[in-house]
């Protein structure tokens, strides 16, 4: 393979920019709706690519689970397709004025919402996130740089060479998406360099792969971080309440990030609640592991370490604790979570606003699931990500999140004094 | 000088930020004024112990405009204390409610501002930036961690010594803020990496000490870069206009990330302009480095290079180039500029409107000095500095830009489905 030219590709992201940024909504939802049916068009040559990358996958040894995020389908290749109509569907979040003020010298500043610039996207190994993340970037008025996971790197060629033929037919820039075509660490290492031309970073994977990104980028990283969530069954919980929420953020959907991982417990109602929650967790097959108190009201649960407290398990397992006061369930949450989704249960009011105000998350329930903690249930209509680090976005992340703003300052002379 | 335990420093500060978000805006501005009566009557320690860091500075042979940026002295501390009153008076920005929306599901979702937790500061050797940038922490509920220049550290640790004493006196915790005592660059390294503890790193100076922060810090950082700000003059300038907006800019203090430090002028107006242009800029004692067409008109001129265009000099110089049109300046503008400040002359509409949209700035002016991109003149009552990157806040910044936001979430015992 050719050396990869990364600046030229900045470069060409870096002038495309200027184009997108002035691009109407209109013909922004005609490229989309035009791409959405070249995916549907090129199906047959997507799965002979994504096939060559699945073949690949399996003669390496992949594992089953691994192979099933690689592998494309024919209804997947249309799921891509309609996401993409539906981010046609949404509100253009470029050219909103945030706020409007006049000074006394009579400058008027207007904050305008504009788009970022040029995206940068590390992913790895789902084609799909190909499709989705351009089709984010792309109504948002930013140009996107894709780095895919080597294993799929035949099939993300496919998806962008369909996204770019659409377009030319446009007549907009195919550089609007430029796929690095490389496997190489080393590759990948200079894109998280290329300041010049690149305003955000966005990983999106496990936690290695975020990881890397942190501690290798110069460019500004949006963290997509992990879930270690908890719920915390407080001294006035409704317990009816209580079972079916633990059970719906624990096992509706054990491998992501929004996931219930923990739980913490009052003493108060431990002894009436444990018993039935166990049944009910052990009926589910969720392993429990709790601490004393815990395993000495539960027969089948077993002891918990001090890493269980700190661990994602993305699992059918849960860690337990009990705690003697809202303060200890407060400072427990704050200690171990990674910042991502905490809920209380409670019917008491004065309880829940301190564990809304203190507990350190990007998202904070009351009597609710923790799986909630998403872009479309939150009635974005779409998600790039959800952030756990606290500057630009915090939670889930849509449109408006992949947008920066610039103040517009208009006088008759004014000068500085 | 002992070895500095950073970790224990961003425990301390991770603790304290608990204390912080939950601090109602009457007791923080009590301390704010606490803060500023202390600086006044701790003014001759400060001093003295400032002295020895200027003694040393002297001996070192350092340059006397950095001695004189070193230097505190009544006025200065006076004016110090007067800041942080300034930030007491100023609106706390926490538990603003950005947006309330309530989902078909019955869940009420309240986007909340809250503090960011703990910031760093990295700075050179204004031992003022010590009280400023604590005070807007502060009253934006954050703790903050400073690590300022070592020419400066023997003053720095006197203004610390002093805040922390009046927090004490407030019985709030002395860890609000907390100084890097050392100047030993590894140290400064260590902190760039202290992600567990630390949320954004704000480099204050300097374009070196900025590109080493970006370099390497892995804490997410807010890039308070350099100005390269441009005027140009439009085809359809108000001449009468242009000239005082220029001079402003351009001298009105010239050592500025807001100065102007370069002119695009329409062809149709060169001839009309230039001469009386350069008879006031050579008054005021600039220098001027145009191109060819820019040379052929006024006399003084020194021929332009490439290099001229892409620096900032934060002196009495300014670059000119002659353009053909709206087109050929704003391509100009957006291939040198650092995305601060720039300037348009116009009374025509159309071509206001369109440099408003496609130049790439944090601030775009109509018929105004660059010199108000300032937190100051902006009415934020404060600054921390001039952000130019995109992410998080771009322009001036004050206390709001020191904030983030959670979702907290309410609802009665909803679960996915």
Do not use: W
């Not at 780095?147 to 550089?175: Q, Y």
């Not at 796929?179 to 936690?207: C, H, K, W």
């Not at 959907?253 to 009052?266: D, K, P, T, W, Y």
Request: glycine share 8%; hydrophobic share 40%; net charge negative.
């Amino acid at each position: 393979m050719e050396k990869i030219d990364l600046e030229a590709m900045g470069q060409r992201a870096a002038k495309v920019k200027y184009e997108l940024q002035r691009l109407p909504e209109k013909r922004k939802n005609e490229v989309l709706s035009e791409a959405a049916e070249q995916l549907a068009a090129d199906t047959e040559i997507i799965l002979e690519e994504n096939g060559k990358d699945i073949h690949r996958a399996e003669e390496n040894g992949m594992h089953p689970g691994m192979i099933d995020r690689l592998r494309l389908t024919e209804g997947r290749i249309a799921a891509m397709a309609e996401g993409l109509r539906q981010i046609a569907g949404l509100k253009d979040p470029v050219g909103e004025v945030l706020e409007t003020f006049v000074r006394p010298n009579g400058l008027r500043i207007r904050k305008t919402r504009v788009p970022l610039g040029v995206i940068g996207i590390i992913y790895e190994s789902r084609p799909n996130v190909t499709a989705d993340a351009f089709g984010l970037c792309f109504k948002a008025g930013n140009a996107v740089i894709l780095k895919g996971g080597s294993d799929a790197l035949l099939s993300n060629m496919a998806v962008t060479a369909s996204v770019r033929k659409a377009l030319g037919h446009s007549k907009v820039s195919e550089d609007a998406i430029q796929l690095i075509e490389s496997t190489d660490r080393e590759v990948a290492s200079r894109f998280m360099r290329l300041n010049q031309y690149v305003d955000v970073l966005i990983p999106r994977g496990g936690a290695g792969l975020i990881r890397s990104v942190v501690e290798n980028s110069t460019v500004p990283v949006i963290e997509t971080g992990t879930g270690n969530c908890h719920i915390y069954v407080d001294e006035y919980a409704d317990l009816e309440k209580a079972l079916p929420i633990i059970l719906n953020a624990k096992t509706q959907r054990i491998g992501v990030c929004n996931a219930c991982e923990s739980l913490v417990i009052h003493e108060a109602v431990k002894a009436r609640f444990l018993p039935e929650l166990a049944r009910a967790l052990q009926e589910a097959k969720v392993e429990m592991r709790g601490d004393e108190q815990v395993c000495a009201l539960v027969e089948e649960a077993k002891a918990a370490t001090e890493e269980d407290y700190g661990t994602e398990y993305l699992d059918y397992v849960l860690s337990m604790k009990v705690v003697s006061d809202l303060d200890e369930a407060i400072a427990h949450i704050n200690k171990y979570n990674t910042k991502h989704s905490e809920a209380i249960i409670t019917e008491n009011k004065e309880n829940a606003e301190r564990f809304l105000n203190e507990v350190d998350a990007a998202c904070v329930y009351v009597n609710a699931s923790t799986r909630f903690t998403d872009g479309f249930e939150f009635g974005f209509g779409a998600e790039i990500g959800i952030s756990t680090q606290k500057l630009h976005a915090r939670g889930p992340m849509g449109l408006k999140e992949l947008t920066s703003y610039k103040y517009r300052i208009e006088g008759n002379g004014q000068i500085r004094h």
